[in-house]
């Protein structure tokens, strides 16, 4: 999906495709290397494409890239669920949930405005 960003001047700008537009301009820099990352030798051909590039540096370290995953770790119960789909129960919740405590200080204005801090007597 492409999203359209407006300038300060209120021109509507696409940023997806101004950088198709120009992914084989050369990068500026010393790095002789083109918008899309691929290595440029002398007349601006293309030598090595940017995959060909880091394929061997992820090759050779391999702890430079970690997949983690964001959920909490599976049981082995929703391991067997994952596997057969038609197994699911829905699951009764059996814990209640925790009541909230009754206040035990209350705050009490004063004629000066300012607020006091008082114990609640029982």
Known sequence: MRKIHRSNRGVEIDMEALRLQ???????????VN???????????????????????Y????????RVSLKSPLSD????LLDEP???VKKERTEKPAKAKAPTQKEVELPD?????????E
């Open 86 to 88: 038609e197994k699911v």
């Open 22 to 32: 120009n992914e084989k301009a050369v990068a500026v820099g010393n790095m002789r």
């Open 59 to 66: 090759r050779d370290n391999p702890k430079a890239v970690k």
């Open 35 to 57: 918008a899309r990352g691929d290595e440029l030798g002398p007349g601006g051909e293309v030598v090595k494409t940017a995959k060909e590039r880091v394929e061997p540096y």
């Open 113 to 121: 405005k300012s607020i006091k801090i008082t114990d609640i007597k």
């Open 77 to 80: 119960d929703e391991k067997e």
